[in-house]
Structures are given as structure tokens and as C-alpha cells.
């Protein structure tokens, strides 16, 4: 099956902590994104790559931070430097030419 | 800085009543208005408009896009409780190294009551 996956579904770390959230595809999209989403919001974007090895902050990409070493993986690590950590984390993928984008079924992360 | 606004953000409706979700934008290098659908997870994706005037279609949902007043409607007809979600629109970037990028309103809350 084609898709996106996010691990885990739900993480849980304490205060201070840096921690990674996984994002695969295997669509074959060249174009990967990272958005959060506080409840009652819209998305908002953190950090999107449209190439292997390249990458671009978003609208809030503070204390966040992304390598695409590979076509089909965008992991993104959550640091300490994150004043507000806690969120609903969305992983998307965009075929080159494609106006839409598809989306993975997310990770929710919660700061203790 | 790119700027989508929804309106409402919320609404409680009963089935079959129709709605209307509005969506107005500013977006630098403007290519297309895209809607989403999200239960709870992930949003899925229902329209990308691209040329003003022109209505697309899909069973009871219909949007259209107006590129001189910057803004886009998504109506519902004869609504059902499995449209209850959080509607998201979304502009798209044409430019350079943003291209393809979304910039996302604050969502509309819908309920649809039995």
C-alpha cells in the first residue's frame, strides 16, 4: 500500500527533552512538509523540503529542526528550545507537479 | 506574509439544511485554493481550484473560486452527520522555492446535528 506513515501515534517526554517524530512515504513525492496544529487551528507550517537534501523554514520553525537525506523520509526533531512543544504534528507529501498536498495521520506530542 | 481567513469558525447546523464556508486569501504568487475535510486525524483532501468562475463538483459538495475578490466558497447541500469536521481551505504558492507551499485558514467547525 502507497502512503504516509508518522510514528508513534502518540509520544509523550518531559520538559527539556529533544525528541524526534518519524515521516515516510513511499509515494515517490518529491516534496515533504511538517505542520502543527494547536486545538481550534489551522496548520501551520514548520519546515517543508522540495528536493533530497534541501529544506526550507516555515512559518514557525524555532526551535524545530529537519534533514532529508533520503527521498522518502523527513524526520523532524522537536527541541528544548521549543517553548510550547505540545501539538498535533502533520507530515504531507506533494508530487512534483501536483498542486495538493496528501497527508499522513499524524503524531500527537505531549510535554510533561 | 500570506493570509487566509475562514468564516465562520464555527457552525451547528440540523440534516439536510445547506451551508456555506467562506474562505478569503492573500497569497503572494497565487496559484490555487485547495480544501480539506478533517475528522479528528489527518485531512483529506476534496477540491483544488485553480481558475476563477469555474464550480467543481463532488456528490453534495460544490466550490467555487473568485480570483478578483480573493475568495472561495465550499457548500453542502442536504447535510448529513458524517459531515461533521473541521473544513480547512488553503492557499498554494507558485514561487520559486515556495512552490507548492499552503497557507491554511483557521478552519471551520461544523456540526450537523440528527
Known amino acids: 500500500d502507497g502512503g504516509i506513515t508518522q510514528s508513534p501515534k502518540y509520544l509523550f517526554r518531559k520538559e527539556g527533552q529533544n525528541v524526534t517524530l518519524s515521516c515516510e512515504q513511499n509515494l515517490n513525492h518529491d516534496a515533504m512538509y511538517w505542520y502543527r496544529q494547536d486545538p481550534g487551528q489551522g496548520l501551520r507550517l514548520i519546515y517543508y523540503s522540495q528536493i533530497v537534501n534541501d529544506f526550507q523554514k516555515g512559518d514557525i520553525a524555532e526551535g524545530y529542526s529537519v534533514s532529508r537525506e533520503k527521498k522518502e523520509s523527513f524526520p523532524l526533531t522537536v527541541t528544548s528550545a521549543q517553548k510550547n512543544p505540545t501539538a498535533f504534528y502533520l507530515c504531507?507529501?506533494?508530487?512534483?507537479?501536483?498542486?495538493?498536498?496528501?497527508f499522513g495521520p499524524g503524531t500527537r506530542l505531549t510535554v510533561l | 506574509e500570506d493570509k487566509v481567513v475562514q468564516s465562520p469558525l464555527s457552525l451547528v447546523v440540523h440534516e439536510g439544511d445547506t451551508v456555506t464556508l467562506n474562505c478569503s486569501y492573500e497569497?503572494?504568487?497565487?496559484?490555487?485554493l485547495l480544501w480539506y475535510k478533517q475528522e479528528k486525524k489527518a485531512p483529506t483532501f476534496l477540491f483544488m481550484l485553480?481558475?476563477?468562475?469555474i464550480e467543481k463538483k463532488s456528490g453534495r459538495l460544490s466550490s467555487i473560486l473568485d480570483k478578483k475578490e480573493l475568495f472561495s466558497i465550499l457548500n453542502i447541500t442536504a447535510t448529513q452527520t458524517g459531515d461533521s469536521a473541521v473544513y480547512l481551505c488553503?492557499?498554494?504558492?507558485?514561487?520559486?522555492?515556495?512552490?507548492?507551499?499552503?497557507?491554511f485558514g483557521q478552519g471551520t467547525i461544523l456540526t450537523v446535528h440528527p
Open positions: 485553480t481558475s476563477s468562475g
Open positions: 504531507a507529501s506533494r508530487p512534483f507537479v501536483a498542486g495538493e498536498q496528501f
Open positions: 497569497v503572494t504568487n497565487f496559484r490555487s
Open positions: 488553503a492557499g498554494a504558492n507558485a514561487g520559486g522555492t515556495s512552490y507548492g507551499k499552503l497557507t
